[in-house]
Structure formats: structure tokens, C-alpha cells
């Protein structure tokens, strides 16, 4: 009898950014992958990724859904004082916006043993960071329910040619690449 491998629900910003996360965590682990990106205010937008990921979860053979999409809620809990709009890519905004996203992720992590996200495969993203927020919303979920809840899975996706693997498999898939991070300010910048 084979022991059932460990669950985790992998928060996914986009196919490409996917890619690598899914290889090396598949082997080992039952993935889910979890499209909850309201950060993405353009409509069409939104749905040119989620059907990237949809399509790149039929190749690999993985779960999937679909986390909610409210982009007013989400602009009024990372935009928390006047001109955070205008900050540059890394700053307060985005730690906001990680911090929203991977705490949705782990309220919709219970039934799993771990939560991680896609967000670290991004060379314009301080994986560190986005670490340490992960483990953070991981210890506060814990404290607040007083039971077991899904560890956060710490993650560097771009590392050991993450990147360019994930490029490579893109192309050959024909899988939607973006060309902004996904806020209204990041298109801009």
C-alpha cells in the first residue's frame, strides 16, 4: 500500500509563473493549484490567465479552482493610505497585496497540509519577503483557530533556472504570458 503523499494548495498568479512550482512540488506532493488574483482590476486580463492556468492544469495534471474575484475589496485592503498608488514595484503596496493574497490562500488551505505560492518565481519579487509573510499568516491562522492548520511551504521558484525552464515550457504550450504583474500601477510602471 502506497502512503498518501502530502497535500498543498498552490496559490497561482499565472501559468508561466506556475510551471516550475508544480515540477518540482508534483513528484513528492498532491498539488492543487488555487487562481485567486483580484489584483488583476482588467477583466479580460483576469480571464486571459485564469484560462493559462486551466489549460496548463489539464497538461500537468493537476486540480484547480477559483478563489473570488473582488477587486474593489482588494484595492481597499492593500491601498491603506493616500498615495500608495504611485509606489514602486517591491514597496508597501505590494507587501500588502502578498500579505492579502496568501492569507486568502491559507483560510482556503484548511482541508490541505501545506499552502505556497507562485509569486516567488518572479525576479521582480524579494522571495525573502514574501517567505516570511507566508509563515507569518501560517502562525497567526494556527493561533487563532488553536488547531492544525496548513503549513506555509517556503519557496524560491526562479532559482536553478526556474525562469527559463518556465519561459521554455510557455512557448512550447502556447501558454499567455503577461506583461505587467497584474495591479493597475504595475501595468503603468
Known amino acids: 500500500?502506497?502512503?498518501?503523499?502530502?497535500?498543498?494548495?498552490?496559490?497561482?498568479?499565472?501559468?508561466?509563473?506556475?510551471?516550475?512550482?508544480?515540477s518540482?512540488?508534483?513528484a513528492d506532493m498532491d498539488v492543487t493549484l488555487y487562481f485567486f488574483n483580484p489584483n488583476i482590476t482588467d477583466r479580460g486580463e483576469y480571464e486571459k490567465r485564469r484560462d493559462g492556468v486551466v489549460k496548463l492544469a489539464e497538461i500537468m495534471k493537476v486540480a484547480?479552482?477559483?478563489?473570488?474575484?473582488?477587486?474593489?475589496?482588494?484595492?481597499g485592503a492593500v491601498l491603506t493610505k493616500a498615495g500608495m498608488e504611485t509606489l514602486g514595484e517591491g514597496g508597501?503596496?505590494?507587501?500588502?497585496?502578498?500579505?492579502y493574497r496568501?492569507?486568502?490562500t491559507g483560510r482556503a488551505a484548511a482541508a490541505f497540509d501545506f499552502?505556497?505560492?507562485?509569486l516567488t518565481h518572479s525576479p521582480h519579487k524579494d522571495a525573502a519577503v514574501i517567505n516570511q509573510i507566508g509563515r507569518e499568516i501560517a502562525g497567526l491562522r494556527s493561533n487563532e483557530t488553536k488547531?492544525?492548520?496548513?503549513?506555509?511551504l517556503d519557496s524560491d521558484w526562479k532559482k536553478n533556472d526556474g525562469i527559463k525552464r518556465a519561459l521554455a515550457f510557455a512557448k512550447e504550450y502556447n501558454l499567455y504570458r503577461q506583461k505587467y504583474c497584474g495591479c493597475e500601477w504595475s501595468k503603468s510602471k
Open 115 to 118: 499552502f505556497a505560492t507562485t
Open 24 to 26: 518540482c512540488l508534483q
Open 147 to 152: 488547531k492544525k492548520l496548513p503549513q506555509y
Open 92 to 99: 508597501e503596496r505590494c507587501r500588502n497585496c502578498y500579505r
Open 102 to 104: 496568501l492569507s486568502e
Open 1 to 22: 500500500m502506497m502512503a498518501k503523499k502530502e497535500s498543498v494548495l498552490l496559490h497561482s498568479c499565472c501559468a508561466p509563473c506556475s510551471i516550475n512550482a508544480i
Open 64 to 75: 484547480w479552482w477559483e478563489g473570488d474575484y473582488d477587486s474593489e475589496r482588494f484595492c
